[in-house]
């Protein structure tokens, strides 16, 4: 340059300098002079859309989780309703159980008798076995919660787990967004290039809507929880009231057994009851059959004594006396017209057994106050009496009546 310029000089003395340096240091400036920056804000976004579809896909596993989660939880609510209801049905099966053992108790103390059906027994028995039955499924139900509900636990933690994931996911965006704004600010401080411009704004929306899903993902996380955490607390309360259901089961158990036992305790003492009842009838009867039984067969002894008594002191002085004046040689017409007649020897004897006949009936009212009282000590002949009133009646029977003309 400066030796064609010195050529050039020499030949015409006139010197003149060309600049040959860019006009502008950088593009940036060249912008700047002639308008300004203008950011351009493509249409389609295939790496964002790219990242959304991906985070989409992650969405739509979680409502999935949250559905079938929902559904698990629907099921596990029917079964606690199932088994409410079979609580309630097993609570007004005991009241009626309760009722009808009062009523047979009430009964029994109202007429006195032994309750020894067996139907009834039988029924009681079945109705006992029936409770028991209850109680073993209402324990079972209550083991299946249980289950359920460590089950429900376990997806707690898993969510609690995603949750805690989706925070620190959250709080690394969170980071990188800051850092995307900082370097924002330096760019623009810096007067960075276009494209360097473009790509921190692309990074910028990209992590403002990645925050926005992990909020909403984290929102509806802890919604979740929250439901379920509810639900755990109902399944919790149900548990005690099935527990507390349980244990009112068991003491209604224990009831009926000693109401069992009572009730065959209150058998045996009726039976005994009965049986000492009948014992003192059956005493009774014999004493009274005894008493009527040595009674007839004293006055068949009493007549029979009386028949073959001999004649006493007065008897036998009446008959001389009677002989004496039938033997009188003196007397009226009637005692001669007597002494007239033919007697023959069978009206004699029957007028001996006429005066012998009032005599005994004399004896016999006078007697009869003296075997009232003896009749107190005789117990023990009771069973010979009846042997000694047929002895009377055979020889009754076999005495010969004498017919004497």
């Known amino acids: 340059m400066d030796e064609s310029q010195v050529v050039y000089g020499a030949k015409s003395d006139v010197r003149a300098e060309i600049d040959m340096s ?179 704004l692309k990074e910028l929306q990209i992590l403002n809507s990645e925050a926005e899903e992990f909020k909403k993902m984290g929102e509806a996380a802890k919604a979740e929880i929250l439901r379920t955490i509810s639900k755990i607390e109902r399944r919790t309360a149900k548990i005690r009231t099935a527990e507390s259901k349980g244990k009112i089961l068991k003491q209604v158990k224990e009831a009926t057994e000693e109401i069992k036992n009572t009730k065959f305790a209150l058998e045996e003492a009726l039976n005994s009851m009965e049986a000492a009842k009948r014992e003192e009838a059956a005493e009774k009867w014999g004493w009274e059959y005894g008493k009527n039984m040595e009674y007839r067969t004293q006055k068949l002894v009493g007549h029979g004594a009386a028949a073959a008594a001999p004649p006493s002191i007065g008897q036998i002085l009446s008959r001389k006396l009677f002989l004496q004046e039938e033997l009188m040689p003196s007397g009226t017409v009637a005692e001669k017209g007597f002494l007239k007649g033919k007697v023959s020897l069978a009206q004699m004897l029957g007028k001996q057994n006429r005066d012998v006949s009032n005599c005994v009936r004399v004896e016999w009212r006078g007697s009869d106050r003296n075997q009232s009282s003896r009749k107190r000590k005789k117990s023990g002949m009771a069973a010979r009496l009846p042997f000694l009133g047929k002895q009377n009646d055979n020889q009754k029977r076999k005495k010969p009546t004498p017919i004497l003309k």
């Not at 088994?83 to 053992?101: G, P, Q, W, Y």
């Not at 029994?108 to 067996?118: A, L, P, R, S």
């Open 22 to 200: 860019a006009p502008f240091e950088s593009v940036k400036e060249a912008v700047c002079r002639f308008g300004g920056v203008g950011y351009w804000k493509p249409s389609n976004k295939p790496f964002e859309n790219e990242q959304h579809e991906v985070e989409e896909i992650t969405i739509d596993k979680l409502e999935e989780q949250a559905t079938q989660l929902e559904n698990d939880l629907i099921l596990k609510k029917k079964e606690a309703l199932d088994l409410l209801e079979e609580l309630e049905s097993t609570r007004t099966f005991v009241e009626d159980l309760k009722m009808e053992i009062r009523k047979e108790i009430s009964e029994e103390d109202k007429e006195n008798i032994g309750y020894t059906k067996e139907g009834k027994s039988v029924k009681f028995v079945e109705d006992f076995l029936q409770a028991e039955r209850d109680l073993s499924r209402t324990t079972k139900g209550i083991s299946r919660i249980r289950a359920s509900m460590e089950i429900f636990n376990k997806k707690l933690e898993r969510t609690r787990e995603r949750l805690k994931q989706n925070s620190l996911k959250m709080s690394s965006v969170e980071e990188r967004l800051s850092q995307t704004t900082q370097k924002l600010r330096d760019s623009k401080d810096s007067n960075m290039d276009e494209e360097d411009g473009n790509e921190i």
